[in-house]
Each structure stands twice: as structure tokens, then as C-alpha cells.
């Protein structure tokens, strides 16, 4: 495993989000915070392969606590905190289609789709595109779908 570039990493503290900024070809990042305050950070990728998370000193060697259920806070005064790495875990793909009740069937744009497992406890959200279609990167494992419009024009199965 290399380091990766493009990862967005965000902090959150202070009651507000920081970011997100995106990793370099070295897979170095620099988040600015605007106080002195215990961070939450959270790394995600914008093209899907791998796993979002938070950092969590708790989780093993990788550091990075799968769906953000622990994160180890980052106490920030006035230096720069360095270190904070994680290993990033590459997810699964379940992709699928949306349809109303038509002939043919109807693609449905803006369908909430959740994915979760409760072990280890997970979840992702994505929403169908105007073909209906849509993709969520998920880990190993068991997991349940739903899906939700909020203009409760279709019963969700």
C-alpha cells in the first residue's frame, strides 16, 4: 500500500467543518483550523474506491475507525499537529437502478439510497442519478438497502 493522493480529509471542532482539503501526490495533507480546540478528523474518497472514516488511535494499526463509529480527538493549540496518519481499506461496490411503475419502467432521479450493517456498524448514503442509477462503496460483509424520496410519491420496498 502506497500513499494516496486525492483523499479529502475534513476536521471538525469548534462547532464547525474545516475543509475539506485534499491529499497531495505525497499523500500529505494541511488542515487550517480557526481555534484551539479537540478535532474530529475524517478522510473520504471522491472517487469511491476506498473507505470514509475518522482517525482513531483505538482501531489497530490503520488508525482509521470504518463509517467514523470512534474517532480519537486531536487537541489543537498553537503549532501544527503532525502524524496523524491513517491506512485507508478499500470498500465493494453495490450498484443498481431506481424505477417508478411504468411501461417501459420510469427511471427515478434524487432516490435516497442507504446502505448499512450493523457489523461492523456502517453506513453510506447516495442519491439516484437522472437514469435511476446509483453505486455505494461498502465493506466486507452483510448489507441492507433502503431507499427514501422525499416526496413520498413511491412506497420504499
Known sequence: AGVLSGIEVTALGSGQAFGPV?????GVY??????????????SDPRAKY???????SVSTTHLSIGGNCYTPVHVVAD??????VQLTVGHHIKGKVTGPATPPNPLRGVD???STSAPSYYTLTQTA?????????????????YSQWQHLYESP
Open 22 to 26: 485534499t491529499t497531495d501526490a505525497s
Open 30 to 43: 494541511s488542515v487550517p483550523v480557526a481555534a484551539s480546540d479537540d478535532y474530529e478528523i475524517r478522510f
Open 51 to 57: 473507505l470514509y472514516g475518522s482517525y482513531c488511535t
Open 80 to 85: 501544527p499537529v503532525d502524524s496523524i496518519d
Open 113 to 115: 439510497v442507504r446502505g
Open 130 to 146: 437522472a437514469d435511476g442509477t446509483y453505486s455505494l462503496t461498502v465493506p466486507d460483509g452483510n448489507f441492507g438497502l433502503t
